[in-house]
């Protein structure tokens, strides 16, 4: 090698590394313009969607405090001020957890005026579009609207389920109407029954009461 000429193993090295961190940036250059729109595209996205989600989230509040507010408001009125507000409530908020509150609440004041096929009407659509225990509650409530046909009003009783926290005054109800048909010997296994899933309160000193008097 010519004088002068003599490259270094440190020098050599320094070149390879030069031409390496090159090669990266051109293959970076080139992937980059190749996937540029998909990567913008799903960063739009995800801002999009955290924005929507949070735009969602602050409506839903807000949503919730106003449909909480107008059903206390109309539950503070006067009779026709409330069956009004309540109506409002229910038909303005769909499955909304307050409107179908308000659908239970205008039911009973249907029940209340001799409107029973009415208020069973409501207490069917409640229990099919709510979910327990909200839905149990309706088909309780039209288990004692149906009292005076037993067979309807326990078809609607045998749909809460056993797990539920309505389901001792569900087979309490269903006692009081077997033995009302009398049938004193399942009345008592129903009572017994209800007593088995520990409600608590003047539930549970009723069912005693019941299954004394019954002598069981």
Excluded: C
Excluded at 3 to 14: A, H, Q
Excluded at 97 to 124: F, P, Q, S
Excluded at 131 to 144: C, E, F, I, R
Excluded at 185 to 191: E, F, K, V
């Amino acid at each position: 090698m010519k004088r002068g000429m003599t490259v270094s193993r440190v020098e050599v090295e320094g070149i390879f590394e030069e031409i390496d961190e090159q090669l990266e940036a051109e293959n970076a250059a080139r992937l980059w313009k190749q996937y540029q729109p998909w990567i913008i595209t799903s960063v739009v996205a995800l801002f999009l969607g955290l924005f929507a989600y949070t735009g969602w989230t602050e409506y839903q509040k807000k949503r919730d405090q106003e449909v909480s507010e107008r059903y206390f408001a109309a539950l503070d009125g006067a009779d026709e001020k409330t069956d009004a507000g309540l109506r409002a409530v229910a038909e303005g908020y769909g499955a909304h957890g307050y409107a179908l509150l308000a659908r239970l609440t205008t039911a009973r004041t249907l029940n209340d005026a001799g409107k029973t096929d009415e208020a069973v009407r409501i207490l069917e659509e409640v229990a099919g579009q709510a979910n327990p225990p909200l839905k149990d509650l309706a088909l309780l409530q039209a288990g004692y609207v149906l009292a005076d046909d037993a067979k309807r009003a326990m078809t609607q009783l045998e749909k809460i389920g056993r797990d539920s926290v309505f389901k001792p005054h569900a087979l309490e109800l269903t006692g009081v109407l077997t033995a009302a048909g009398g049938d004193q010997t399942q009345a008592l296994a129903n009572y017994k029954d209800a007593l088995s899933l520990k409600p608590e309160g003047g539930l549970r000193k009723r069912l005693e009461q019941r299954i004394q008097r019954m002598g069981g």
